[in-house]
């Protein structure tokens, strides 16, 4: 297990000069008896896309959900912004809306409209009124190619189109960082595409964004760094091209060797 702890050395990417956005460092998470992370440092600078690749069972999604403290860490801390990220309450509050969220599963409101789902948060939170929001979500849906589906309910949507609203809905707190955990795992084949070409047109806008994703193609196209995880460590980072043509680690081999051969 040596090889855990040889990390190589970052590339310079786009964004290397700009200023970091998310920091963890030594963060460790346990659920129980099991520790999940183990000591992960991990920066992520203005502009940039990081895609979080490895194993199931390796610790991505708990990784990425600790960033907004969807999960508590054990030790270590989590800055966005340069804040240290609260354990609780207003603050707390305040700071997660810096960090925007698409779940695998959508997470929609089911009794409330395209619409109504993506105002909500800016009108709650950002104290925006109703016709601003309402303005600005269907800016948005037109971004996401679902405005004709504003007044619909997410039952009456595609998985694709609920997946596209969830994204509208954390563009419209106009958060300082994406994240995405595995956002087309749950979509049928022929609706991954559309929402993948969201994603890219984020990735152009230069959003910051740090995915947990089984979408190679995407990740070698659309990242400026792949980090690799496996056993609740960070095995490997690097550029997608030198990740996926000269992976270093034996971990990383193993792992890119078998999706070729599926």
Request: aromatic share 4%; proline share 5%; glycine share 8%.
């Amino acid at each position: 297990m040596a090889q855990l702890q040889d990390k190589p050395s970052i590339p310079q990417h786009h964004g290397a000069t700009a200023e970091p956005i998310v920091e963890l460092k030594k963060v460790n998470k346990s659920f129980g008896d099991k520790q999940v992370l183990f000591d992960i440092d991990l920066t992520v600078r203005s502009g940039e896309v990081v895609v979080i690749l490895g194993p199931s069972g390796s610790g991505k999604s708990t990784l990425c959900r600790t960033i907004n403290r969807l999960e508590a860490i054990n030790s270590g801390e989590i800055r966005v912004g340069g804040q240290l990220l609260p354990e609780e309450g207003k603050a707390l509050a305040q700071l997660r809306a810096e960090v925007g969220m698409v779940f695998q599963s959508f997470n929609l409101f089911a009794h409330k409209s395209a619409l109504e789902n993506v105002t909500l948060g800016p009108i709650k939170v950002r104290g925006m009124s109703k016709t601003q929001a309402e303005e600005k979500g269907m800016a948005l849906l037109r971004r996401v190619g679902v405005e004709d589906q504003a007044h619909k309910l997410p039952a009456q949507l595609s998985g694709g189109q609920q997946q596209r609203v969830a994204i509208a809905r954390a563009l419209a707190m106009d958060p300082k960082v994406l994240l995405f955990d595995e956002p087309t795992s749950a979509l049928d084949p022929e609706m991954v595409n559309e929402v993948l070409d969201v994603m890219n047109d984020l990735v152009k806008a230069g959003m910051t964004m740090i995915v947990v994703t089984h979408e190679m193609g995407f990740a070698r196209h659309a990242a400026d760094r792949v980090v690799f995880m496996s056993d609740g460590h960070i095995v490997e980072e690097n550029d997608p091209d030198s990740f996926f043509d000269h992976p270093r680690t034996e971990r990383a081999k193993d792992f890119l060797s078998k999706l070729l051969t599926h």
